[in-house]
């Protein structure tokens, strides 16, 4: 694990924190070093990613025509939206469209007892064969679903604050190094094909701009 963490086709990422820790900004940064087209589901309209591309209609065809001219583009769904929002989860996974999904919070996609909706489902369990890589933020481990941990390639780690969300990412991670006390904006990485763990810094905020300042097909 020597050169610094990206999401492939064919892979999954976790990113964990509490408000502030600095997920977001890190996230961001793990998707402007990771290849391909992205979507990103912005619910909470934080305005780091939208700036980061060209707003569109959170439907499959308004996602994928946005795509035609941009390497990202941005999506704008309400907390509200949560069936609809996994309709169009299923159906991207279904069109085989080569397309990866940012989502800012995971806990609006879950409904409790480690579940889901077929469409997020469908993009964590299926969408990898179809080269559609994930990247999805929380603050709130405890209470996503169990699918995003037991598919996940890679674990980001931020603060947290409740013991319960320390646990439940050591009990998928079985990494007990992950859980410590870290400056805001320090990060662990856990990279599960070879149990590795590695502690970073601060992203550079202005390297996200510059990534995606330039045109990547």
Known sequence: MSELPRVMPNQRALIMGATGSGKTTGAAWLLSRSPGKWVILNSKYDPLLTSLGPSVDWSPDAILTGLEKSRVVVAHPTVYDQGPLDAVLF??????????VMVDELLYLSKGNGQCGPGLM???????????????????????????????????????????????VVDYTQCPELRRARKPHFWGWFDTNDNAHREYGPVPHLDIVRRFGTKIA
């Open 91 to 100: 159906d991207l996974c279904e069109s085989g469209a080569p397309v990866g």
């Open 122 to 168: 469908a993009l964590l369990t299926r969408g990898r064969a179809r080269g559609q890589p994930f990247i999805g933020c929380t603050q709130r481990p405890a209470n996503i679903t169990q699918y995003a941990y037991t598919e996940a390639t890679f674990f980001g780690l931020y603060n947290l604050r409740a013991d319960r969300d320390w646990q439940r």
